[in-house]
Structure formats: structure tokens, C-alpha cells
């Protein structure tokens, strides 16, 4: 029990922002990170030492994350918002920025594996090249092409979606 403490104790903060680059949530990110972490102290007998122990952690809280995300995607109805009462004198440029933003996450969600995940763990979990190519198995070098290969995908279909 002490050694797992030391490894929640190494590996959390890395994990947890590996989980946030996911889903973009502080909240959800701890909750899935602490499930995760439960998961592996649970099955801890089926680490088997062919990978770091940081990547099996991570595979433990993506699939933990997937799941909770399937749950939620078929119990939460969508909502309306209603901005007809909104009058800032910025409302618009901020209004414009934000579906800018959600065409962008929009277009991103669209994406195939493993382009999607790679692009997400780059920008919003600002993990290096290098341990993303080590979370799916692959070099450095392997990352940075799906990397640029899904930077290039989504300009692409943003300026085609946006003439």
C-alpha cells in the first residue's frame, strides 16, 4: 500500500493532465483521475511491466474517461441558450470568438483517432511530442507528423466551412 501511495503521488498530476487535455473540465478531470487511480490499485496485479507505469495509468484513465463520457452522452439532453438578452457593447466579437471556438471543437471532435486524441494531448494538455508518441507506442517523430497532419485537416475544413 505504501509503494501505491507513492506512485499516486508521482503519477497524479501527470495523469490529471493528461485526463484535463481530454475533457477540458477540472472537476471531471479529478473525479475520472481518482476513478482511474481506484482502478489501478484494484488490478495493480495486472501491470505486467511491458509498458511505464505512467502509460498504463493513462490507458486506465482514458478508457474510465471514454466510458463516463458514453454514459453522459446519452443521458444529457441538449439545451437551448438564449442570448436575446445579452447587450454588451462586445457581445458580438466575443459572441464570434466563441463559435469560432466551437466550430473549431466541432471540427476536432470530427477527426479520426488517433489525430483527434494527438491533437488534443499537444494543445490542451501541452504534453511534449515525446510522451505522446509514448502513450500509443510510437516515436517522437510519429507524433509530430499526426500532430501536423491534423493541424493541416482542421485549417483546412475550418476554411472550407468558413467561404
Given at each position: 500500500?505504501?509503494?501505491?501511495?507513492?506512485?499516486?503521488?508521482?503519477?497524479?498530476?501527470?495523469?490529471?493532465?493528461?485526463?484535463?487535455?481530454?475533457?477540458?473540465?477540472?472537476?471531471?478531470?479529478?473525479?475520472?483521475?481518482?476513478?482511474?487511480?481506484?482502478?489501478?490499485?484494484?488490478?495493480?496485479?495486472q501491470?505486467?511491466?511491458?509498458?511505464?507505469?505512467?502509460?498504463?495509468?493513462?490507458?486506465?484513465?482514458?478508457?474510465?474517461?471514454?466510458t463516463?463520457?458514453?454514459?453522459?452522452?446519452?443521458?444529457?439532453?441538449?439545451?437551448?441558450?438564449?442570448?436575446?438578452?445579452?447587450?454588451?457593447?462586445?457581445?458580438?466579437?466575443?459572441?464570434?470568438?466563441?463559435?469560432?471556438?466551437?466550430?473549431?471543437?466541432?471540427?476536432?471532435?470530427?477527426?479520426p483517432?488517433?489525430?483527434?486524441?494527438?491533437?488534443?494531448?499537444?494543445?490542451?494538455?501541452?504534453?511534449?511530442?515525446?510522451?505522446?508518441?509514448?502513450?500509443?507506442?510510437?516515436?517522437?517523430?510519429?507524433?509530430?507528423?499526426?500532430?501536423?497532419?491534423?493541424?493541416?485537416?482542421?485549417?483546412?475544413?475550418?476554411?472550407?466551412?468558413?467561404?
Open positions: 500500500m505504501a509503494d501505491f501511495e507513492r506512485i499516486y503521488t508521482d503519477h497524479f498530476p501527470s495523469v490529471y493532465k493528461y485526463v484535463f487535455s481530454l475533457c477540458r473540465d477540472p472537476a471531471l478531470a479529478e473525479e475520472v483521475t481518482q476513478e482511474a487511480f481506484y482502478k489501478a490499485m484494484m488490478h495493480m496485479d501491470f505486467d511491466g511491458t509498458c511505464q507505469l505512467y502509460v498504463w495509468l493513462c490507458q486506465i484513465a482514458k478508457n474510465t474517461y471514454f463516463l463520457f458514453q454514459k453522459q452522452k446519452r443521458h444529457v439532453p441538449e439545451t437551448e441558450a438564449s442570448l436575446s438578452h445579452q447587450t454588451a457593447p462586445d457581445f458580438e466579437r466575443e459572441l464570434m470568438d466563441q463559435e469560432t471556438a466551437r466550430r473549431l471543437h466541432v471540427l476536432l471532435h470530427q477527426l483517432e488517433p489525430y483527434k486524441e494527438v491533437f488534443s494531448l499537444r494543445i490542451f494538455g501541452e504534453l511534449p511530442f515525446a510522451q505522446i508518441g509514448e502513450l500509443f507506442g510510437k516515436t517522437d517523430s510519429w507524433a509530430r507528423v499526426i500532430f501536423y497532419r491534423a493541424k493541416t485537416k482542421l485549417r483546412r475544413d475550418f476554411d472550407e466551412n468558413t467561404v
